[in-house]
């Protein structure tokens, strides 16, 4: 039986056989990544759930390339892998970064940043599930406020806000990055192709379902990540240069105590005693939802020009 | 792009060479590393800057700038992203270098137990400095910290021999596909400028071939394999086998590589030598790198005294040296000279040496000396020597008071 996406996705780039939990954002979105970029593309995972998703010893699920390497340094090893194959006449090859929140906004933070401020020629796509969910749901710096993870567990939940990646990164003067969201495919989708067509660093974060981290139903997985759009959780844009594009705009957007109420890692949330915290969360997502208007007002007033990069030399 | 334009070197004059096919010049232990890594036409070089290597990177800086020397050179943003770039274009496929030293190694630590793990055929030289309290002065502790990575170690003694040898490890290196570290002394080979022979590029050119993609060979790239997944227990061990096998191969391959070298460029090196070690030898010193310069200087003053200077360290070559030591007679004192202290009672040296002459008779003596960049002139080498054949303990710290 062919399955129900073969309308998007012309021909697999993948095997069947993802060692992904039931509900796991990660396997979705490698079909469709690499659907997209083909089979000349080069992968670089750190230690992350993809690392294991996308095969153990001796297998390989990506009918590509992929090395998997060491959990801080991803962005380097991919700018080793990009410079061998500049230097061996494969400009075209797209190297591509497969990594989890963890890899990316704490151990691998660094090199990350290294990369970006080279404008490396590297597409780098983070999974953001909000926590360490490969070694069993520990806090990250993505994770969050108010998530329960087996290190800020009950009463100890998460108390601090999670990173603002998306704007640390593009303060890096990015050609591309943008959100996406698996209950947007086609918004996904184009946004890969956008970033394909484009030279230097480029980095697409994804709103990752876990269900065994957000203790969720498998089954719900793209409703909640839908949800988590609709009520500004995670919204939808893109940043070119500096310059703020808002993808998606809610017509009857939500509360997000809608969203997070199915999630068992914010069920504390609704006990009376923590009304303030939703009422937080509801104000801090409202804060940032402004915050991207006036972003993309201001951006208005720029003309984003024709992104390139300029080789040194 | 702007064009640089080289100007074309006058042939050398045609006086009479030691070394045909070479240029005389003076230059420093780290610049004589940089001249190695052009010479070998390496073709990616990661850099961070950390005192004393920094002038290995800004030299091939210079020289890629200028075009002189073709290599891809990226500013990485640090020692542990310097080697796993290192790593990932080594598994494309390319002649990757780098050079660090001190913290920038003990924080690549992780990189380069992965890079030896993966067979990489990766070359780097480490210029020794220690660690805390904050030093940057000529110190052992940082490679000898890092012996147990999986690199094969090579300890230099001049800008001849960094240079030299750095040619050998690519060719050891790419044989038995194990990485190379060549470590030479910060400051005293670093900084000093030295009469060095620098062969021409074509008699490097005939010695070591290019790089496989070079030849046009398919790279690992377009073959869609997995680098590196998840090992589970029944395959983990077949990578270690494997690697075991091999590194028990490196003491004689090492010999191999250094026999065609001196062929090629009429320089002689082994994995040890062995000065004045005879069945008349009362003591002998083991040293390593730039000690080694002064204790061949003391020794000619002591035809009792023997010299054993460690050139390959890892993997140890027990063999070199139980070879070297056949004549000793039983009582003769082994007086390892240690410039690090690795957090226990016997240095590094002494604890290789020890595991080498495991069921031997010669009583052994252990001496700290040269920590941190601390100078041993030949009256360090000569209290060595007396306490060798005097003194009652095993472990002495020597000119610390």
Redesign the interface.
């Known amino acids: 039986m062919q399955p129900a996406m073969d309308f998007l996705i012309k021909e697999e780039q993948l095997y069947s056989g993802a060692l992904s939990c039931r509900g796991c954002g990660w396997a979705l979105l490698a079909r469709h990544l690499t659907s997209i970029l083909g089979?000349?593309a080069?992968y670089?995972a750190p230690a992350s759930c993809f690392?294991?998703i996308?095969?153990?010893?001796?297998?390989?699920e990506?009918?590509?390339?992929?090395?998997?390497?060491?959990f801080?340094?991803?962005?380097?090893?991919?700018?080793?892998?990009?410079?061998?194959?500049?230097?061996?006449g494969?400009k075209d090859?797209p190297v591509v970064i497969l990594a989890g929140d963890g890899g990316t906004f704490d151990i691998g933070f660094?090199?990350l940043?290294?990369?970006a401020?080279?404008g490396e020629n590297i597409l780098y796509i983070v999974n953001n599930n909000g926590a360490y969910m490969n070694t069993g749901v520990q806090t990250s710096s993505a994770t969050p406020y108010g998530a329960i993870t087996t290190t800020n567990p009950d009463g100890s939940f998460k108390k601090t806000w999670p990173k603002d990646l998306m704007g640390i990164i593009a303060a890096h003067n990015l050609p591309y990055a943008a959100t996406c969201s698996l209950a947007f495919l086609e918004d996904f989708r184009e946004k890969v192709e956008k970033a394909k067509r484009m030279e230097g660093f480029r980095l697409l974060m994804i709103d990752g379902p876990c269900p065994p981290g957000h203790k969720t139903d498998p089954g719900q997985s793209i409703q909640i990540a839908r949800l988590a759009v609709e009520a500004r959780l995670f919204p939808l844009f893109e940043v070119e240069r500096q310059q703020y594009r808002i993808n998606y705009r809610s017509a009857s957007p939500i509360p997000t105590a809608e969203c997070l109420k199915l999630q068992g890692r914010f069920k504390h949330l609704f006990q009376p005693e923590n009304k303030q915290m939703l009422q937080d969360i509801q104000e801090h997502t409202d804060e940032y939802w402004d915050r991207l208007l006036k972003l993309e007002e201001i951006s208005r007033n720029h003309n984003v020009s024709t992104v390139r990069t300029v080789q040194a030399? | 792009?702007n064009k640089v334009s080289i100007a074309t070197e006058a042939p050398p004059k045609a006086k009479t060479s030691l070394f045909p096919r070479h240029r005389e010049l003076i230059l420093k232990g780290n610049y004589a590393a940089a001249e190695a890594a052009k010479l070998c036409r390496v073709?990616?070089v990661?850099a961070y800057p950390i005192t004393p290597q920094t002038s290995i990177v800004e030299r091939i800086a210079e020289m890629t700038a200028k075009g002189e020397m073709g290599a891809?050179y990226?500013?990485?943003?640090?020692e542990?992203?310097?080697f796993?770039?290192?790593?990932?274009?080594?598994?494309?496929?390319?002649r990757?270098f780098t050079a660090t030293a001190g913290q920038g190694l003990f924080y690549a630590h992780?990189?380069l137990h992965?890079i030896a793990h993966f067979r990489l055929p990766v070359v780097m030289c480490n210029v020794g400095r220690p660690s805390i309290p904050w030093n940057i002065w000529s110190d052992q502790s940082d490679s000898l910290s890092q012996r147990d990575t999986g690199w094969i170690q090579l300890y230099g003694e001049s800008s001849q021999e960094v240079l030299d040898s750095l040619i050998q490890a690519y060719m050891l290196a790419e044989r038995v596909h194990i990485p190379v570290m060549v470590v030479l002394d910060a400051f005293y080979q670093s900084h000093t400028s030295e009469n060095t022979w620098v062969p021409d590029q074509d008699l490097v050119d005939e010695f070591l071939p290019p790089p496989a993609?070079q030849t046009g060979e398919a790279?690992?790239?377009?073959?869609?394999?997995?680098?590196?997944?998840?090992?589970?227990p029944e395959?983990y061990f077949k990578f270690n086998y494997s690697f075991w096998k091999a590194i028990q191969e490196v003491e004689e391959e090492a010999e191999t590589v250094a026999e065609a070298f001196g062929k090629q460029f009429g320089r002689t090196y082994h994995n040890v030598e062995a000065i004045n070690i005879g069945p008349q030898t009362k003591v002998v010193l083991v040293t390593m790198s730039s000690i080694a310069t002064t204790a061949r200087g003391v020794v000619q003053h002591h035809p009792e005294v023997g010299l054993l200077k460690l050139r390959l360290f890892r993997p140890f070559p027990s063999r070199a040296i139980l070879d070297a030591f056949a004549q000793l007679s039983p009582d003769t004192r082994i007086a390892c000279i240690e410039r690090n202290f690795l957090g226990d009672r016997e240095g590094g040296v002494m604890q290789e040496m020890r595991r080498a002459l495991y069921g031997n008779p010669f009583p052994m003596r252990d001496f700290y000396a040269g920590l941190g960049g601390k100078d041993v002139p030949p009256s360090t080498i000569e209290k060595i020597i007396h306490l060798a054949k005097e003194g009652k303990e095993d472990v002495y710290w020597v000119d610390f008071e």
């Open positions: 089979p000349d080069v670089v690392s294991i996308s095969g153990p010893y001796p297998l390989n990506l009918k590509s390339t992929v090395v998997h390497t060491v801080a340094a991803a962005p380097a090893t991919a700018t080793g892998v990009r410079a061998a194959m500049d230097r061996q494969k090859v660094q090199a940043s290294g990369a401020s080279r030399g | 792009m073709g990616f990661p891809t990226i500013n990485m943003d640090s542990h992203s310097v796993a770039a290192a790593m990932g274009a080594a598994i494309a496929g390319e990757v992780e990189v992965a993609f790279t690992a790239a377009n073959q869609h394999l997995a680098f590196g997944g998840l090992i589970p395959h």
